[in-house]
């Protein structure tokens, strides 16, 4: 919210309680002043950083991986990526997960781009990456992964599944859109 002079107030954290801290998230609740003046709480969570990685052949195909998604209960089609370990850089995150999951390693990794997933709960970013000049790598997925499979389609297609509502995850069809915008203009 901004005051009369157009200067944003923001938010002030005045407290915060841990209510939940698990593997892959910590849930807070925070007693907050918010931008009207008003104190309040707000939930928020802390989750790692991610890096996704769109990954290209040399015959402008996409590895787009499909795997079952626990709280969705169904299978969804997106960009091999996940969580950057502490200490780790997002673009090694981008290659490890890459081969990890589609058992090829880009040769090249040219940055996309960073959003922001969930703004309104948690400060988490993902990396986004294009990668080219693939080359075999070890296939090493995690047991949650035992059903994932690689799906290899050329970009335009793709694209037009995103568009037509088959591809849904947010990042995918971000990276998408932005890898198009390099190699397709």
């Avoid at 910590?26 to 769109?54: C, F, I, M, N, S």
Wanted: with cysteine.
């Amino acid at each position: 919210m901004a005051d009369d002079n157009g200067k944003c107030r923001g938010w002030e954290r005045l407290g915060t309680d841990v209510l939940y801290r698990g593997d892959h998230l910590t849930l807070h609740r925070d007693r907050v002043l918010q931008p009207d003046g008003v104190p309040g709480t707000y939930e928020r969570l802390t989750l790692a950083d991610g890096a996704r990685v769109v990954p290209v052949d040399d015959e402008g195909r996409v590895a787009l991986v499909e795997d079952d998604f626990a709280p969705l209960g169904r299978r969804l089609l997106h960009v091999p990526g996940g969580g950057v370990a502490p200490g780790e850089h997002p673009e090694a995150a981008a290659a490890r997960e890459c081969e990890e999951e589609t058992g090829r390693r880009p040769g090249t990794l040219r940055t996309l781009g960073v959003f922001h997933a969930l703004p309104s709960r948690t400060s988490a970013v993902t990396h986004l990456f294009l990668g080219t000049a693939l080359r075999p790598g070890t296939l090493r997925r995690d047991p949650t992964e035992a059903g994932m499979r690689v799906c290899w389609m050329p970009l335009d297609e793709a694209l037009r599944a995103a568009g037509a509502g088959a591809v849904t995850e947010a990042g995918t069809v971000i990276g998408l859109l932005m890898a198009a915008r390099l190699l397709l203009s």
